[in-house]
């Protein structure tokens, strides 16, 4: 059987790893559509709606995987089970997105 200190260790490690990497995503999102030139006749609007779904999606998605396994594995894999992940399909609610992140 594995230590219980050694899981709570790794999933300290595996928590900070996830969120380095939504702080990372959260920067590249900000940085790309603030580059955009929305006034350019090149300009496209379903591209750049693609592109602010695409990175609203990940940015979500790993915040709600680290909100999950804060919780711990059971709520992690209830949330499996059940469909909900954003990973997995399930949508983003854009309101509270919004509220968090700003965009």
Not at 4 to 32: F, G, H, I, S, Y
Not at 37 to 51: G, H, T
Not at 87 to 94: A, D, R
């Amino acid at each position: 059987m594995t230590n219980p200190a050694d899981r709570d260790e790794a999933r300290q490690v595996m928590l900070q790893n996830l969120e380095r990497t939504l702080q990372d995503e959260v920067c590249t999102a900000r940085k790309e559509l603030a580059a955009v030139d929305q006034q350019s006749r090149r300009f496209d609007v379903d591209e750049f709606e693609a592109d602010k779904h695409r990175h609203r999606r990940s940015i979500a998605g790993y915040h709600q995987v680290i909100e999950l396994l804060k919780q711990g594995d059971d709520a992690f894999r209830c949330a499996m089970l059940d469909g909900v992940l954003i990973f997995e399909g399930h949508s983003v609610n854009k309101h509270q997105f919004r509220v968090l992140y700003g965009w």
